[in-house]
């Protein structure tokens, strides 16, 4: 089911304000508090709302170097080695992407040596033929999604209710 006006102002209230009760939730958003736990349960369960824990820092756990790190793989062994990528503890996310590369992982690392054992690590997994590392100077965009949320919830409203550009 497509995101509406109201799903869209839910989110964006989830994002704006993630620790407040449900009941706060529904007071302003001024809807009753059954719809609006109706309204979550949907987005969960349509994959919209994922349940996830605290945002944990990398650098404050004594891991401040962030790299991408692309992996060319021998053709057939994709599964193989994601399923092994999911044993290295630094690799915080991995994707199968297109372009140069089939992987492509962001690594959390203590400092550019541990980054360097992380990365022999790696390329000696079986299946893996190849390794290419961009180290992250400064995030320039945080992770959001509020921006989204707004356009979605944007084109949802009737065009008489959309706001003038």
């Known amino acids: 089911m497509p995101v509406d006006a109201l799903d869209a102002r839910i989110l964006r209230l989830l994002l704006q304000q993630p620790r ?37 820092s990398a650098p404050a756990l004594g891991h401040p170097v962030l790299a991408f790190v692309r992996i060319e793989v021998t053709q057939g062994r994709l599964d193989e080695v994601g399923d092994a990528l999911a044993a290295v503890p630094e690799i915080i996310e991995a994707f199968s992407i297109t372009g140069g590369g089939d992987l492509l992982t962001r690594v959390a ?57």
């Not at 356009?151 to 009737?158: D, E, K, Q, Y």
């Open 109 to 165: 690392a203590r400092d550019n040596a541990h980054l360097e054992d992380i990365i022999q690590r790696l390329i000696q997994l079986p299946g893996v033929v190849r390794t290419r590392t961009e180290i992250a100077l400064r995030e320039r965009v945080p992770h959001r999604m509020l921006p989204l949320v707004e356009s979605v919830g944007h084109a949802a409203l009737p065009p008489s209710q959309r706001p003038a550009k």
């Open 20 to 56: 407040t009760s449900v009941r706060e939730y529904a007071r302003i958003l001024g809807v009753a508090r059954g719809t609006l736990q109706a309204r979550l349960d949907r987005l969960e369960r349509d994959g919209v709302l994922t349940v996830a824990g605290p945002r944990i």
